[in-house]
């Protein structure tokens, strides 16, 4: 039957009208109201539902008969009506929460705003997006805190649980973490009074105890390999793929950090009168913080010349080394080396390149061991000092750092063509 509104007012509480022509509407009556509802079965898990429209007679039928259309269409395009009316009240109750709390200057938005106003503004997206992880996640339990309430208690715990197992980077936190603080003090956001435990709590105590390795950690180890390694491996490289292949060169030709050599671009190469060059950016070197940063000048000799050359006519003026399938990054990611070199050792499952799965008999050893491996044996060669730090861009320290403004280009290049033949005796040996 259709609606009786004299049927609707007689109501007592505890009683209902089905509106029979009009699937799943009906009036159900409490002591104090009668309400409009929409009865269903969920598209989702196939139970029945029901969610309230309104109040009858401030709702009246042909306005509920709408209301029920529009629901009814929602319901047979798959939506889950009551689950989606929860989760909207749960929205507008945490927006609400939300919205009470800006009231309050937290911990949350203390760091935002030191990651939005100083790391976002001096940092490279990968050292952004690792300082928001490392200091939101982390810290998740302070979020809500107010800073003025944040206990010596409350640091220490923190940086005492996580540098348990990783020393390293609980220094990394507590520093962050220190100079987040400073950032909001030096703002004015929290009072002059508020004291930043990050900076006194366990103040160089938080060392290395070296790389995890099958749980256990392995100490410190400076590692530089030695001639004969060097020689294996050299050897060893047509077995890698021919990108890791070439970035292993270019790490003993060069003796360039990492980062730098995934960078390199083939607009950054030159042909100059004494030879070959490449020419970094000052922005992509670790040291571009420092006022005396410049950009780096490193001469293409040897294998490097010869690598460097057949990817510039592959790729141009683009970045010669880049990005794989699925990578955010534009050129391809430093930890693409690690991983190779992690499968070439002996006693881990895997292939390596096309070779079938051949080892590299070596002691473990990482691809900062070849920067290292470079400053040493230049030190071997008799290579002095100075232009052997220039050799891998590091600055002068100290007054020598301000005043001694030489470039080095020279020394450079006579320096890496020693070492570019020094490597390939060793590989004839």
């Given at each position: 039957?259709g609606?009786?509104?004299?049927k609707?007012?007689?109501?007592?509480?505890?009683?209902?009208?089905i509106v029979?022509?009009?699937?799943?509407?009906?009036?159900?009556?409490?002591?104090?109201?009668?309400?409009?509802?929409?009865?269903?079965?969920?598209?989702i898990?196939?139970?029945?539902?029901?969610?309230?429209?309104?109040?009858?007679?401030e709702?009246?039928?042909p306005?509920?008969?709408g209301?029920?259309?529009?629901?009814?269409?929602?319901?047979?395009a798959?939506?889950?009506?009551?689950?989606?009316?929860?989760?909207?009240?749960?929205?507008a109750?945490?927006?609400?929460?939300?919205k009470?709390?800006?009231s309050?200057?937290?911990?949350?938005?203390?760091?935002?705003?030191?990651?939005?106003?100083?790391?976002?503004?001096?940092?490279?997206?990968?050292?952004q997006?690792?300082?928001r992880?490392?200091?939101?996640?982390?810290?998740?339990?302070?979020?809500?805190?107010?800073?003025?309430?944040?206990?010596?208690?409350?640091?220490?715990?923190l940086?005492?649980?996580?540098?348990?197992k990783?020393?390293?980077l609980?220094n990394?936190?507590?520093?962050?973490?220190?100079?987040?603080?400073?950032?909001?003090?030096?703002?004015g956001?929290?009072?002059?009074?508020?004291?930043?435990?990050?900076?006194?709590?366990?103040?160089?105590k938080?060392?290395?105890?070296?790389?995890?390795?099958?749980?256990?950690?392995?100490?410190?180890?400076?590692?530089v390999?030695?001639?004969?390694?060097?020689?294996a491996?050299?050897?060893?490289l047509?077995?890698f793929?021919?990108?890791?292949?070439?970035?292993?060169?270019?790490?003993?030709?060069?003796?360039?950090r990492?980062?730098?050599?995934?960078?390199?671009?083939?607009?950054?190469?030159?042909?100059?009168?004494?030879?070959?060059w490449?020419?970094?950016?000052?922005?992509k070197?670790?040291m571009?913080?420092?006022?005396?940063a410049?950009?780096?000048?490193?001469?293409?000799?040897?294998?490097?010349?010869?690598?460097v050359?057949?990817?510039?006519?592959?790729y141009?003026?683009?970045?010669?080394?880049?990005?794989?399938?699925g990578?955010?990054?534009?050129h391809?990611?430093?930890?693409?080396?690690?991983?190779?070199?992690?499968?070439?050792?002996?006693?881990t499952?895997?292939?390596?390149?096309?070779n079938?799965?051949?080892?590299?008999?070596?002691?473990?050893w990482?691809?900062?061991?070849?920067?290292?491996?470079?400053?040493?044996?230049?030190a071997?060669l008799?290579?002095?000092?100075?232009?052997?730090?220039?050799?891998?861009?590091?600055?002068?320290?100290g007054?020598?750092?301000?005043?001694?403004?030489?470039?080095?280009?020279?020394?450079r290049?006579e320096?890496?063509?020693?070492?570019?033949?020094h490597?390939?005796?060793?590989?004839?040996?």
């Amino acid at each position: 039957m259709g609606f009786d509104a004299k049927k609707a007012k007689a109501l007592a509480a505890g009683e209902h009208i089905i509106v029979d022509d009009v699937p799943g509407l009906r009036l159900v009556a409490t002591a104090t109201r009668k309400t409009w509802t929409y009865r269903y079965k969920s598209p989702i898990d196939g139970r029945m539902r029901q969610v309230a429209m309104g109040q009858w007679p401030e709702m009246a039928y042909p306005k509920a008969l709408g209301v029920w259309d529009e629901l009814r269409a929602r319901r047979d395009a798959g939506e889950d009506l009551a689950k989606e009316k929860k989760r909207a009240g749960a929205v507008a109750k945490a927006r609400a929460h939300l919205k009470e709390a800006e009231s309050f200057y937290t911990v949350e938005r203390l760091i935002e705003d030191y990651l939005q106003g100083h790391v976002e503004r001096h940092r490279k997206p990968k050292g952004q997006k690792e300082t928001r992880r490392l200091m939101m996640g982390y810290a998740d339990f302070l979020l809500p805190m107010l800073p003025e309430d944040v206990k010596r208690s409350h640091a220490f715990t923190l940086i005492e649980q996580v540098g348990a197992k990783t020393p390293v980077l609980a220094n990394t936190l507590r520093t962050e973490l220190g100079a987040a603080w400073d950032y909001a003090l030096d703002a004015g956001r929290i009072s002059d009074d508020t004291p930043n435990w990050w900076r006194l709590i366990l103040k160089g105590k938080l060392r290395s105890k070296g790389k995890i390795v099958n749980g256990e950690h392995q100490g410190v180890k400076l590692r530089v390999l030695q001639k004969w390694e060097v020689s294996a491996l050299v050897r060893f490289l047509p077995n890698f793929s021919s990108l890791v292949d070439d970035l292993c060169t270019m790490y003993l030709w060069t003796g360039c950090r990492g980062a730098e050599i995934v960078q390199m671009m083939g607009q950054e190469v030159t042909q100059e009168a004494d030879g070959w060059w490449w020419t970094i950016p000052r922005e992509k070197l670790k040291m571009a913080r420092l006022d005396m940063a410049m950009d780096l000048r490193v001469p293409m000799v040897g294998r490097a010349l010869v690598l460097v050359r057949r990817r510039m006519a592959a790729y141009g003026a683009g970045y010669l080394f880049p990005s794989q399938l699925g990578s955010e990054l534009p050129h391809v990611d430093q930890k693409v080396v690690g991983v190779a070199i992690w499968a070439s050792r002996p006693g881990t499952a895997g292939r390596v390149g096309a070779n079938g799965g051949l080892k590299l008999e070596m002691e473990p050893w990482a691809p900062h061991d070849l920067r290292r491996t470079v400053r040493t044996t230049l030190a071997a060669l008799a290579c002095p000092d100075g232009v052997a730090e220039a050799v891998l861009g590091h600055l002068p320290s100290g007054i020598a750092g301000v005043y001694n403004r030489h470039t080095y280009d020279k020394e450079r290049r006579e320096w890496l063509t020693r070492l570019s033949a020094h490597w390939e005796q060793l590989v004839l040996q």
